[in-house]
């Protein structure tokens, strides 16, 4: 299992940082031994109210398809959803989501928001299949989950559909 570590560079700012309110958080997992730790850290940052798990669920285009449904349902501006197997560093995740908020100011067809993770053992920054959704646009979404349920990388797949329609991800 690979541990990955949410990166994100920002200058600091001064700002108020985003609301716990405003935010549902998933982790997804698939028997990983990180699933619990996962999971508990993402509710001391979050708040026991507003983290879920989606456990077992399989293929990846399911998972991804009760993720949505999970973040339409508690209908908040953001769903973030985590691996199991990635764990975030608090203040950045706070700094990448207020970005995300500064970008929705100039582009209000922003889908979706990538950050970069510390791979610990390869040694390196990387793209992760973390990620922050603005909630409203999920539901535009998910008709491409099943459309895309036979690609290896479904979410990808979802992404792309989604650039096509003229949303930035």
């Known amino acids: 299992i690979t541990c990955c570590y949410f990166f994100y560079s920002t200058k600091e700012t001064k700002q108020p940082i985003p609301l716990k309110e405003d935010i549902t958080v998933i982790v997804r997992s698939v028997d990983e031994r ?25 293929p990846l285009s399911e998972a991804v398809k ?7 349902e508690e209908n908040k501006k953001w769903t973030l959803i985590i691996d199991a ?13 207020e970005e ?15 950050g970069k993770v510390f791979d610990k053992f390869a040694q390196r920054n990387r793209t992760t299949g973390t990620r922050l ?37």
């Open 133 to 169: 959704y603005q909630t409203k646009l999920l539901s535009k979404a998910l008709p491409f989950v099943d459309k895309g349920r036979k690609e290896i990388r479904s979410e990808t797949f979802v992404h792309g559909e989604m650039i096509n329609n003229g949303y930035l991800t």
């Open 100 to 114: 995300a908020n500064k970008t929705l100011i100039k582009d209000p067809n922003a889908f979706c928001f990538k």
């Open 34 to 58: 990180t699933a619990d730790k996962c999971l508990e850290y993402a509710q001391k940052i979050f708040g026991d109210k507003n983290v879920f798990s989606i456990k077992n669920i399989t």
């Open 85 to 97: 197997d990635t764990f975030l560093f608090e203040d950045k995740i706070w700094q990448f989501i």
């Open 66 to 72: 009760a993720s949505y449904q999970k973040g339409i």
